[in-house]
């Protein structure tokens, strides 16, 4: 979040579970629904959040350190492959810094 507005001036939002209810006491039933705002998230409150997220239509999804995402389509992946599945058909960019050999990742569609 913080990167995403001193170096682009985007503002940017983290949604964690506290802030989900706070959007949802004040009668968000879309709690995800902001197009003024990037909403952050980590994995595990994505896949969490897979039906919300699954409901939204997506402009774009962007996923940093994305190499914690490989293997999607091994059963030990479980937060890759659920995500993967919340989030089919549209468009996703994956980021990351790490250095991976060829072959070590799966594409996620």
Not at 19 to 42: H, I, K, Q, W, Y
Not at 79 to 93: S, T, Y
Request: hydrophobic share 45%.
């Amino acid at each position: 979040m913080q990167e995403l507005e001193e170096k682009f001036f985007i503002p940017a939002l983290v949604l964690d579970a506290r802030r989900l209810e706070a959007r949802r006491a004040a009668g968000a039933f879309r709690p995800f629904d902001d197009s003024a705002t990037v909403l952050v998230c980590s994995y595990h409150f994505a896949r969490a959040q897979a039906d919300a997220i699954r409901a939204m239509s997506w402009d774009l999804v962007v996923m940093d350190e994305a190499h914690r995402l490989r293997n999607v389509y091994k059963s030990g992946s479980k937060i890759a492959r659920d995500l993967k599945d919340a989030l089919a058909g549209h468009p996703k960019v994956l980021l990351t810094a790490t250095p991976l050999r060829s072959g070590s990742v799966s594409r996620a569609s």
